[in-house]
Nanobody
Framework: QLQLVESGGDLVQPGGSLRLSCTGT????????VGWFRQAPGKEREGVSA????????TYADSVKGRFTISRDNAKNTVYLQMKSLKPEDTAIYYC???????????????WGQGTQVTVSS
């Protein structure tokens, strides 16, 4: 069964960059669309970005457009979220999820990672 492991979260100053990784174990990510979601304290989970199985389609939340880039490396069984120009409001736990359908909606994803903490603060 597919399991997802996120990594790359850290404490970073405003304006800084981070790259999150989502690696599949137990099965291959090649057959799945992958989404990144985040949840800040006291707030609901929100979709950040998603990438289709082929990698040819991507989507971003308005709040991160132009700053975040999602990509996938099927040879490494990994999906990345490159984050630039980070803001304090990007602070959250970031989760990756995999599913058979490319979607903005969390309900479409069947497999979830444990999350990685991103903190943007001076």
């Amino acid at each position: 069964q597919l399991q997802l492991v996120e990594s790359g979260g850290d404490l970073v100053q405003p304006g800084g960059s981070l790259r999150l990784s989502c690696t599949g174990t137990g099965s291959t990510l090649v057959h799945y669309a992958v989404g990144w979601f985040r949840q800040a304290p006291g707030k609901e989970r929100e979709g950040v970005s998603a990438i289709s199985i082929s990698g040819s389609s991507t989507t971003y939340a308005d709040s991160v457009k132009g700053r975040f880039t999602i990509s996938r490396d099927n040879a490494k069984n990994t999906v990345y979220l490159q984050m630039k120009s980070l803001k304090p409001e990007d602070t959250a736990i970031y989760y990756c999820a995999a599913g058979e359908r490319y979607s903005d909606y969390a309900s479409e994803y069947d497999y979830w990672g444990q999350g990685t903490q991103v903190t943007v603060s001076s």
